[in-house]
């Protein structure tokens, strides 16, 4: 294990520390709108503050961004990609799906290191670049389901932006007739890691940020699937959509989501 994965390992596991202290006894005093629709607590900010420093403390020369707005600008060329609480709307209203989510990115861009921790179930999602994907130490493998009457498909349902909300809602029925069923997490670092265990056959989402996939995406690849944005191209960061899958769910879904979201492309 490297260094940077060892390092990563041990802030997810303070952080979550932090989130399973507080879980279901959470003040509303502690919960503050950040915009429409989305919200941030003082267990965001505490995990944050608390991955921050120790990545920064082991690796000080390394850039780093945070959902919750710590930027760190570093010499090395490398950057830290961190959702401290990815799902916080489910961990505000005591849903027990959320997660960890910690990246790092090399001098070129290419993702080297990534973990996703969810606390309650205390599962450890890692990978570098490589050398595979690994859930708790165990090698894990994206899904060999071929038979779409088999497939179980995550998605991401739009909630606070409504200009491609028809663009979603027939891409959604295209997948339903197409599948077995169809699940939501709240948590896009959760369904990517679903996916490169095969818990899901395939994720797709449109309108995300760097930190609530780069890990994700890691894992999915060292897993044996395929990431791409909704264009096919393997820069996810182009539009901020993602389709994740094996090599059998993937061209699927991009089919799709090139016959209905070809105008926001």
């Not at 038979?147 to 179980?152: A, T």
């Not at 896009?188 to 890691?193: R, V």
């Not at 191209?233 to 090139?258: C, F, W």
Request: overall charge negative; aromatic content about 10%.
């Amino acid at each position: 294990m490297s260094r940077e994965l060892d390092a990563a390992i041990q802030a997810a596991k303070k952080a979550g520390t932090i989130v399973l202290r507080k879980f279901g006894e959470l003040d509303l005093t502690e919960i503050y709108p950040k915009e429409y629709k989305d919200f941030v607590t003082e267990v965001d900010k505490a995990c944050e503050h608390s991955i921050a420093s120790a990545i920064h403390s082991a690796f000080p020369d390394d850039s780093m961004v945070c959902e919750e707005g710590s930027v760190i600008n570093g010499s090395s060329g490398r950057k830290w990609i961190v959702d401290p609480l990815d799902g916080t709307l489910n961990f505000i209203h005591s849903f027990p799906v959320f997660s960890i989510s910690i990246a790092l990115s090399d001098a070129h861009n290419d993702l080297v290191t990534a973990v996703v921790y969810q606390p309650v179930l205390d599962e450890f999602f890692t990978a570098e670049k490589g050398n595979g994907a690994y859930l708790n130490g165990n090698r894990i493998h994206v899904s060999k389901r071929n038979d779409p009457e088999h497939f179980l498909i995550a998605t991401g349902i739009p909630f606070k932006e409504y200009h491609y909300l028809d663009s979603y809602a027939s891409m959604l029925k295209d997948v339903i007739h197409d599948s077995a069923g169809i699940r939501r997490t709240g948590s896009a670092a959760i369904d990517l890691a679903y996916t490169a265990c095969s818990r899901f056959d395939a994720f797709w989402e449109y309108k995300l940020f760097p930190w609530d996939y780069s890990a994700g995406v890691l894992l999915v690849r060292e897993a044996g699937g395929i990431v791409t944005g909704f264009s096919g191209s393997s820069d996810v960061n182009a539009h901020h959509s993602i389709i994740a899958g094996s090599p059998v769910t993937h061209p699927l879904i991009l089919e799709k989501a090139k016959q209905h979201f070809q105008e926001h492309l």
